[in-house]
Nanobody
Framework: VQLQASGGGLVQAGGSLRLSCAAS????????MSWYRQTPGKQLELVAR???????NYADSVKGRFTISRDNAKNTVYLQMNSLKPEDTAVYYC??????????????WGQGTLVTVSS
């Protein structure tokens, strides 16, 4: 299983970036896909999730600015980030998760991509 995240970089406040995460080795269309982020000394934070059926949810801090989407034909999940703020600076991680009646059956992580927003 491989989750290859890309698209991070340095951007000025107010700018935009689009992160991509290409999955291989899993049945992508049956997994919930999420983006998490982490800054030094802080816990991992769920940024956005899109379920296998297409339902989305977002952290309050990014609602209205970030959009998560998926392309099942390309086995890829995206995170469009607009109106970026310095507090969005973090390493962003892609996650693939599958749930069943008995709980979480699959849980995979990508390598992370660094987003730096300058003020």
């Amino acid at each position: 299983v491989q989750l290859q995240a890309s698209g991070g970089g340095l951007v000025q406040a107010g700018g935009s970036l689009r992160l991509s995460c290409a999955a291989s080795g899993i049945s992508f269309n049956i997994h919930d896909m999420s983006w998490y982020r982490q800054t030094p000394g802080k816990q991992l934070e769920l940024v956005a999730r899109i379920t296998s059926s297409g339902r989305t949810n977002y952290a309050d801090s990014v609602k209205g600015r970030f959009t998560i989407s998926r392309d099942n034909a390309k086995n890829t999940v995206y995170l469009q980030m607009n109106s970026l703020k310095p507090e969005d600076t973090a390493v962003y991680y892609c996650n693939a998760q599958r749930r069943s009646m008995s709980g979480i059956t699959d849980n995979y992580w990508g390598q992370g991509t660094l987003v730096t927003v300058s003020s």
